[in-house]
């Protein structure tokens, strides 16, 4: 059967790009589809089970790392995992350090000459009949997450958010951020969870992100920014997965292994 493989690239001209030198190089593959963005990849890699995903790094809703880091989430330990090729615009000092890497990484603009070695590496792992455990995944995520240059978190930012209204029939309250536990996005609104009760505001999770303050407020998962204050603990459960505990909650919230680094030391 020939294989499958699936794009996600934010950028409609670089997928289209991308789909048709696949398709001049490797006749045999199959495009299932084209994700314009990390949510959407994550459906649709769901969806169609590809063989082969080629993951821009910076995309909207979810990142490259954070769509892989979901990946090696979902299936166990015995499972095998979708060969990844990591699409992005850093320099060829990434570029050269991954020729040696067990993950394949490709610069954009993406040339014929260095998809063509791609599609070569492909095809000789797509041969290989022992694919890799998803535990070769997040080793692989962690070497690409050393590899990038990471913006470190700052202080708090200058006119950061301090508080959260959320409105409720004819009443807006004002909830003070330090009383947030966490924030968990919903269909279209965003719920605010403190140790008192719970509100939902119309915002992106991504919008409240940039106006918390940076040393106090951390993502951990996709769908979830939590207040480290409200931490008690971090715990990992027998298949080595974080989940944290609360000080003011019952609940424990899990953590993707993208943003697992940020906890090692708890």
């Not at 790094?57 to 880091?69: C, D, H, K, N, Y």
């Not at 996005?185 to 939902?200: F, R």
């Not at 769908?223 to 505990?245: E, F, K, P, T, Y």
Request: net charge neutral; charged share 25%.
């Amino acid at each position: 059967m020939n294989p499958l493989a699936l794009i996600a690239e934010d950028e409609p001209l670089l997928a289209a790009q991308l789909e048709a030198q696949l398709r001049q190089l490797w006749p045999q593959l199959r495009v299932a589809a084209v994700a314009a963005n990390g949510i959407e990849a994550l459906r649709l890699i769901r969806d169609h089970a590809p063989d082969i995903i080629f993951l821009d790094i910076r995309m909207p809703g979810a990142s490259g790392l954070e769509v892989a880091a979901e990946i090696a989430d979902t299936l166990g330990d015995g499972e095998r995992v979708p060969h990844i090729v990591f699409v992005t615009a850093y320099d060829e000092y990434a570029l050269k350090a991954f020729d040696y890497a067990a993950v394949d990484y490709l610069l954009k603009p993406v040339t014929r000459e260095r998809l063509a070695a791609t599609v070569e590496r492909l095809k000789l792992r797509l041969a290989d009949t022992v694919r890799r455990p998803s535990a070769d995944l997040e080793r692989l995520i962690a070497q690409m997450k050393a590899l990038l240059p990471a913006a470190a978190p700052g202080p708090a930012q200058a006119g950061a958010l301090r508080h959260i209204r959320a409105g409720s029939g004819n009443t807006v309250r004002m909830i003070p951020i330090e009383e947030v536990c966490y924030f968990q996005a919903t269909d279209k609104y965003v719920n605010v969870v403190t140790g008192k009760g719970e509100a939902l505001v119309r915002a992106s999770l991504k919008d409240l992100l940039e106006q918390l303050p940076a040393d106090k407020f951390r993502q951990i998962h996709r769908g979830a920014i939590v207040n480290l204050d409200a931490v008690a603990a971090a715990v990992r459960d027998d298949s080595g997965r974080m989940h944290l505990q609360l000080r003011e909650r019952k609940e424990t919230l899990p953590v993707s292994r993208v943003f697992a680094d940020l906890f090692k030391q708890m």
